[in-house]
């Protein structure tokens, strides 16, 4: 699989999670990671779907996705005294215990990151499945993503849930200028307020084309954030963009003396993905034409996608978490309906159904 691939999967969910001019912040790892599974354990029609939205080809080797993104959770050592960058993801499928999970699929599981199955009463104790799911998720992801499923959730009809979380932590190389954050204007749509501003001058990764400035902060681990500042209107200079001039801006930076201000932040997002991906393309893994026999010979169809991300850059480096839940329900399949009136005479006979020993034989004449 190419970056660009990933690329051109990031920025078309990236324009439907939220409309031009609204803040926003996810994980495509995250969501690929969990969406990418989900393929891997789907057939027909719902595989296509699923595949098309991620590598832009219905018949594209989601092993590849898979290897990609666990080459991702392979931080680089650090350096001298460089502080150990923290990487953590967990990729769990909790079912309850209606549901057969094929051996193949938890081998599956187990070639991204270590995937586990684990079992949560969906159906008997809901509440207890979700706190168990939270509880997993808010320890994978240091308690910033606290409560990815939240009240009302898990459904009468929901039996499963394939959850990945992400953790990230890494400092920057080359930090913040300690004690240069002040108070600097930012002209947002709605208005210009002041906000707290970090100063970096150092050499960094820089250029300027195609009507953008781009920033590299390189962090520990092989790490780094890119900040991209289009010369006009993000909304139309956003909406320019596909996967190869994105790619072509990430690779454009070289060393470059640069007086950095940027904002020190913290963005979450906490959303439901069903409608976004449903105008991506993926619809049939929601309906009764599902096909997820891949997990299991269960029939099951995706109930719902929730997502949530936090995101906090300072002047000492980048924390981020993640985590995105793919609720699955238990799909009724439709039988013909056989019709037994018992209105005369009848045998009963009680048994022992393992053994077939018979405790009672009736002939019912008169009830």
């Not at 994978?140 to 990230?168: F, H, K, Q």
């Not at 150092?202 to 890119?226: P, S």
């Amino acid at each position: 699989m190419t970056d660009r691939a990933h690329l051109a999967f990031t920025l078309a969910l990236h324009r439907v999670v939220a409309p031009p001019g609204s803040g926003v912040c996810w994980s495509p790892f995250s969501v690929a990671s969990a969406l990418g599974l989900l393929a891997q354990g789907a057939a027909g029609e719902t595989r296509d779907e699923l595949a098309t939205a991620l590598l832009g080809d219905a018949h594209g080797d989601l092993g590849e996705l898979g290897k990609l993104l666990l080459q991702a959770t392979e931080l680089d050592a650090p350096r001298g005294d460089e502080d150990e960058p923290m990487i953590a993801v967990a990729n769990t499928l909790w079912t309850d215990e209606s549901v057969d999970v094929l051996v193949s699929f938890v081998e599956e599981l187990g070639r991204w990151s270590n995937g586990t199955v684990r079992e949560a009463p969906f159906q008997t104790a809901p509440g207890q499945a979700r706190d168990l799911v939270n509880v997993d998720v808010a320890k994978t992801t240091r308690d910033l993503v606290p409560e990815l499923i939240p009240p009302g959730a898990i459904t009468a009809e929901t039996v499963s849930a394939l959850v990945n979380a992400l953790y990230l932590k890494c400092a920057w190389r080359l930090r913040f200028t300690e004690g240069a954050t002040t108070p600097r204007p930012f002209h947002a749509p709605s208005a210009t307020r002041e906000v707290p501003t970090m100063a970096l001058s150092e050499r960094i990764g820089y250029a300027a084309q195609d009507g953008w400035q781009v920033a590299t902060l390189r962090a520990v681990g092989g790490v780094e954030a890119v900040v991209l500042l289009p010369d006009g209107d993000l909304a139309e200079a956003e909406d320019a963009l596909d996967a190869d001039a994105l790619g072509r801006l990430l690779d454009a930076p070289r060393l470059t003396q640069v007086d950095l201000a940027l904002p020190r932040l913290e963005v979450r997002t906490k959303t439901e993905l069903t409608e976004p991906l449903g105008r991506l393309g993926v619809r049939t893994a929601f309906t009764r034409d599902a096909d997820l026999s891949g997990i299991s010979p269960s029939p099951l169809a995706v109930e719902a996608v929730l997502h949530e991300s936090v995101l906090r850059i300072d002047e000492q480096g980048l924390e981020g978490a993640a985590a995105t839940a793919v609720m699955m329900r238990m799909v009724s399949m439709p039988t013909r309906s056989e019709r037994m009136v018992v209105d005369r005479p009848f045998l009963l006979v009680v048994r022992h159904a393992a053994t077939g020993a018979v405790y009672f034989m009736a002939r019912v004449i008169e009830p």
